[in-house]
């Protein structure tokens, strides 16, 4: 039998979706599952993108440009103008989903064995898209101690060899809901300009900003004209996940004309995804003010049951919807698989994502899980009482039920 390639061998299964089928034979078992692994909201996709579905009466359903549908360019581009961060239609290349733009940016810009520095836990899949296009992680290690701060110039400094082409982050953070601050950024900035590297920035969590804090995109940044590539998406702002409509946003030309051939080689992002997405980016502000407003309150309840749990840790997340949490468990992804296996309470029980699947090292966060409080609040109250209890009972609980040997921030 021939064998499987060696590149397939190494790729990692995916934290956020590896438990799936446990989910679903628990399902099978008449359990509800509260999905709180995976960045998929609950919130209605507005209603304008499907009527410009509807009104779209194609005959054909034909290939777009490669770089996507000019209208879409411009729309995308008259949001970053809007918040004067100026681009141009030609500078945004439109893709399917974020994913994809990430992977047409490492195969122009890196070459095979090039480095570049992540600060981690990170989206897992970037580990994905780095192996496939044959570049090495470096992972910079950041603590939910510390709330996930970024490390010492000298520490990425420390990091950087003569293979060491780019920075990536993610910001506001997905897995950790951090959000950097201006001054982070401005670090950031610095080494790029001071080691001539690319600073790819990961911004399709922008308008999830709370407390009062506000996002800095990298296009803000000085000095970071030829050297700054954002990678956007309608998924989580438009609640429009399944519609694979992302974007390459860039300044750099050479850039955008490498991106392309990778677009050209793969004929066009969705046609019907791009009508509805060129809809919703006419929603006015009012639209991101009640989504902000719905998720902050999400934010708020979750942080506040997690402060009542005993043993527990989560930094006071302050964007995306995501946090990183601390439990007082043996293995974060046995008790991951053992609430889906072994426990329900009311009927019920809760799906997480393992964190050790968003470090390099998968020996870090053995003891913590991501969580998306992407449901509404009834549901994640449900859900919230239903993982408490199973951190009461799970037989491989660190710290004896009624001993507070660490304490939620």
Request: with cysteine; aromatic share 10%.
């Amino acid at each position: 039998m021939p064998k499987i390639s060696s590149r397939a061998e190494i790729m990692p299964a995916s934290p956020i979706r590896k438990l799936v089928p446990l989910a679903e034979d628990a399902q099978k078992r008449g359990n509800k599952v509260y999905f709180l692994n995976i960045g998929q909201p609950d919130i209605p996709t507005p209603p304008e993108y499907y009527e410009a579905i509807r009104k779209a009466n194609l005959e054909v359903l034909a290939y777009s440009h490669s770089a996507g549908n000019e209208s879409l360019r411009a729309k995308i581009a008259q949001y970053y103008t809007r918040l004067n961060l100026p681009v141009t239609t030609n500078e945004v290349i439109v893709t399917t989903g974020a994913s994809e733009a990430l992977l047409f940016i490492f195969m122009a810009c890196l070459n095979p064995g090039d480095e570049i520095i992540v600060p981690q836990p990170f989206y897992a899949n970037y580990n994905s898209f780095a192996l496939t296009a044959g570049v090495k992680v470096v992972p910079i290690t950041t603590y939910i101690e510390n709330d996930f701060d970024l490390p010492a110039i000298e520490t990425f400094e420390s990091l950087i060899t003569p293979k060491t082409k780019a920075i990536l982050i993610c910001n506001p953070g997905n897995p950790t809901g951090i959000l950097y601050s201006l001054k982070a950024l401005e670090k950031l900035r610095d080494i790029v300009v001071k080691h001539d590297l690319y600073l790819i920035a990961d911004e399709v969590y922008r308008e999830f900003a709370y407390d009062g804090h506000k996002h800095h995109s990298v296009f803000s940044l000085s000095n970071l004209e030829e050297k700054a590539i954002v990678v956007d998406s309608i998924s989580k702002r438009f609640s429009a996940c399944g519609a694979r409509i992302g974007c390459v946003v860039t300044h750099n030309k050479e850039v955008l004309n490498a991106i392309m051939k990778y677009a050209q080689a793969r004929l066009s992002p969705p046609t019907m995804g791009q009508i509805g997405a060129e809809a919703v980016y006419d929603l006015p502000p009012s639209f991101y003010e009640k989504i902000i407003t719905e998720y902050s309150e999400r934010r708020n309840f979750l942080l506040g049951e997690l402060q009542k749990m005993e043993g527990v840790l989560c930094p006071e997340v302050n964007g995306a919807f995501y946090a990183m949490v601390k439990l007082p468990v043996d293995d974060a992804e046995k008790f991951c698989r053992w609430m889906l296996e072994s426990f329900s309470y009311k009927g019920a029980t809760v799906m997480m994502a393992p964190a050790n699947g968003f470090y390099a090292d998968p020996s870090l966060g053995k003891d913590e899980v991501r969580i998306a409080y992407v449901l509404k609040k009834e549901n994640l109250a449900a859900a919230m009482e239903c993982l408490a209890e199973g951190l009461k009972v799970y037989p491989g609980r660190t710290i004896p039920v009624g001993e507070k040997a660490m304490s939620s921030k």
